[in-house]
């Protein structure tokens, strides 16, 4: 972050510093917002406090604790960095795979967010399940949306409504959000979907369960069967 790398020798530089600090974080939380289409008022309301707050933030009158710029950047979709950096904003990054924001681990079944925050029209998650693994021990439900069940690789059972639906690589099924759903690998080595769905049914605190994790350098390995506990699994 090129801000960090002034040495300030004296009250005034000190001064000039923390403006343009403030300069820049008003105007990149701004371009932003704008680029995701939120008003502040959205904006305010996901991270928890006012639209006059945030005004203030944008046109760099004052400035916000570490906790209040995470809540930005977070209801963003970026870094905290992100918002410091004096380089060209774009409004298209790229999510690696090993950034992918995850649930908690689970045996046998870890879950990621694919999706960008904040999400609006469309939501996308990615599963990967050891052999055995399943999303919990019962089927579940969110909302009443329209879903895709994607393969990638694998073989999957899909339980939907009573019915059991074997797939494999490249397979998919569709959906109502509202119908109980569970899926479990049934095969003999380790499966990856994904979920597609639309309008999105995740409120922000299903959202913010999801966090950035850092995998071994080897990539993470899954073992063992089960998965979440039962009635825990949300989109």
Known sequence: MKLMEEHPGSDGTTAKLEARRSSVLGIRVKAYRTARRLTLRQLGDMVGTT?????????GLSGANTSTLML????????VADL???SEISTHQVLRRAERPA???????RKTLISRRPI???EVYSGEFAVGGSTGNLPYTHGDAHEMFLVLRGRMQLTLGGEDFTLEDG?????ATSTPHKATNIGTVPAEVLW?????TSGAADLDRYVARTPPASGPTLTGDGGPAEGSETQ
């Open 51 to 59: 639209a006059s707050f945030l005004s203030q933030l944008e046109r």
């Open 72 to 79: 930005i950047a977070n209801s963003l979709g970026i870094s």
């Open 84 to 86: 410091f950096e004096e």
């Open 103 to 109: 649930l908690p681990a689970s045996k046998g079944y």
């Open 120 to 122: 609006q029209k469309m």
């Open 171 to 175: 397979d998919s099924i569709e959906y």
């Open 196 to 200: 597609i769905i639309a309008p999105p």
